[in-house]
């Protein structure tokens, strides 16, 4: 779409260029010099072209063709005038500069060189009413240039506008696939851990209703573990390998109360730390001799993994009494 505005938009220049050099030629009067109108024509044509095609690559004007640009505005209209009698300099084909500088300024705003664009345009202006009168230019055509150019930097302006806003828009369209992609696998993982999780648990969950809840000590024993493990699938997966699961379902048989909180402590955290965060937790778990285990991973910048073990059950009566403290920082010491 882009490449197509821009194919038209410079066929249209080129070919509104090529009709003010032709009414150039045409004179119907013999000028004095005719030397200085062909010299202004083909300076005129070489200069327009290469502001339109020069650099296609790029849709900003090289400095170089824009300062060119400039300088060819200021020339072409004393060389015009001083290839002509006084009076023959309101002719149509005496006035053809006026709309071809326009033009030039247009193709300047365009590639984005406003300001001399700008600039092309007041040279117009002055040589204009210096040679013709600012009254005589005006009906002569400078009223349409100063409009080319006024309606060409809005359009620049609401285009360029127009741009930053699709990409803006793209940028949010990516942002929100990426986060449906993350939640899709979010999701996935889930029931992926529900499914592991009631395989573990299921042959006790069906013991449970076939014996319609009457279980002797080892089965209410090993249904706790089943629900102790279902639960830790569901709220703390990330933190989970088959070592971390092992040692938790030893410290539950030993009668320590295991509660695991993932919040998202090993997010952004590469897969070989999580392996070694994993494997120290699991150890941690391994020597703890408390009543009571809480396993938290919360988002912090330093640590990844806090282990807290309170007297719980075991104490005497103080369930405030921290017996274990140990954080697991999210980069290891190498990092």
């Keep these: ?11 249209l220049a080129v070919g509104f260029a090529m009709y003010f050099a032709a009414r150039g030629v045409w004179w119907i009067e013999q000028p004095t010099a005719p030397l200085l109108m062909v010299l202004a024509i083909g300076l005129y044509l070489v200069v327009i072209n290469v502001a339109i095609l020069g650099d296609s690559a790029s849709l900003r004007m090289p400095m170089w063709t824009a300062l060119l640009a400039l300088v060819t505005s200021a020339l072409i209209p ?21 709309g071809g500088l326009g033009l030039l300024a247009v193709v300047c705003v365009v590639r984005r060189r406003s300001l001399i664009g700008w600039l092309t345009l007041a040279l ?20 349409g240039s100063i409009m080319w150019v006024v309606i060409a ?47 573990v648990a299921g042959p006790v969950l069906s013991r449970v209703v ?8 080892q089965e209410r024993l090993e249904a706790r573990l089943a629900e102790g493990r279902l639960r830790d699938e569901l ?89 274990l403290w140990h954080e697991i920082p999210r980069e290891g010491p190498s990092a």
């Design 1 to 11: 779409m882009n490449r197509t505005v821009r194919s038209v938009a410079t066929s």
């Design 78 to 98: 004393v060389l015009v005038t001083l290839s002509l009698d006084a009076a023959d300099r309101t002719e149509p084909f005496a006035t053809w500069y006026i």
């Design 124 to 143: 117009l202006v002055v040589t204009a009413a210096a040679y013709l009168g600012i009254g005589v230019a005006l009906n002569l055509g400078l009223v």
């Design 153 to 199: 930097q809005l359009l620049v302006m609401f285009w360029d506008r127009a741009v930053r806003d699709t990409e803006r828009l793209a940028e949010i369209q990516q942002a929100v696939s990426a986060w449906h992609a993350t939640q899709l696998v979010r999701q996935r993982e889930r029931r992926l851990r529900t499914q592991f999780a009631l395989a």
């Design 210 to 217: 076939a014996s319609r809840g009457v279980l002797d000590e």
């Design 235 to 323: 709220r703390g997966a990330d933190l989970l390998n088959d070592a971390v699961r092992d040692a938790i379902e030893a410290a539950r048989r030993r009668g320590v109360i295991v509660t695991v909180f993932d919040e998202g402590g090993l997010d952004g955290v590469d897969e070989e730390r999580r392996v070694e965060i994993r494997d120290e937790l699991a150890v941690t778990l391994t020597s703890a001799e408390t009543g009571r285990l809480i396993i938290r991973s919360a988002k912090d910048p330093q640590v990844a993994v806090t282990v807290v073990g309170r007297a719980g059950s075991r104490s005497s009566g103080d369930d405030d009494s921290v017996e």
